[in-house]
Each structure stands twice: as C-alpha cells, then as structure tokens.
C-alpha cells in the first residue's frame, strides 16, 4: 500500500465520521426542536386566561379614586384612573391576542 491509497482511506474514514456526526446533531437537534414545540403546546393548552387580577386591580383603583375625592388629593385621582384604564385595557386586549 502507498502512501496516497493511506491517505484516501484516512480521508474517506474522516469524511464518514464527519458525515455521521452531522446526522447524529441533525437528529438530535430535530429532537429538541420537537421537544420544545410539544413542551410550548402543552403549556398554551393547558393555560385559561385568568382575569380576576384585573378586576381586583379596577377595584383598587376604584378605592383609590374614593380616597383621592375624600382627600382632595389629585395625584390620588391620576393614579386610580391610570389603573383603571390600564386594567380595563388589559381585559380587553388579552383575549384578542390570544385567539
């Protein structure tokens, strides 16, 4: 045998090993993209849409309104109406981004 067949068989068994690695990270990069989108399925089907935060905060910003007229203070007035249009807005624009 010479050198050149040697170095072709070197290069062929390289080669091969090269290729089977690239199949083997192949596969197993399909097997994580596969897990994540079933583990990601199953978190958005076994999710509900939870509002009641939203409500106990419109409530707040309600109690917050009520103290700000009882106190005259006017910040207290800006807080619970951001709080309530922020909260309102949230329970509106949530289920429509989720369908």
Not at 26 to 37: H, T
Not at 49 to 75: E, K, P
Not at 77 to 93: D, E, K, P, R
Request: aromatic share 10%; charged share 25%.
């Amino acid at each position: 045998m010479g050198v050149q067949t040697v170095n072709n068989m070197l290069y062929r068994k390289v080669k091969e090993t090269e290729d089977k690695m690239k199949e083997k990270s192949d596969e197993l990069k399909d097997k994580i993209y596969q897990f994540i989108s079933h583990a990601k399925y199953k978190i958005h089907c076994k999710r509900k849409l939870n509002r009641a935060g939203n409500y106990i905060s419109i409530a707040i910003g309600l109690f917050i309104l009520t103290a700000s007229w009882l106190t005259a203070a006017q910040w207290l007035l800006w807080i619970g109406v951001a709080s309530i249009l922020s909260n309102t807005c949230m329970l509106i624009i949530n289920p429509v981004r989720k369908m």
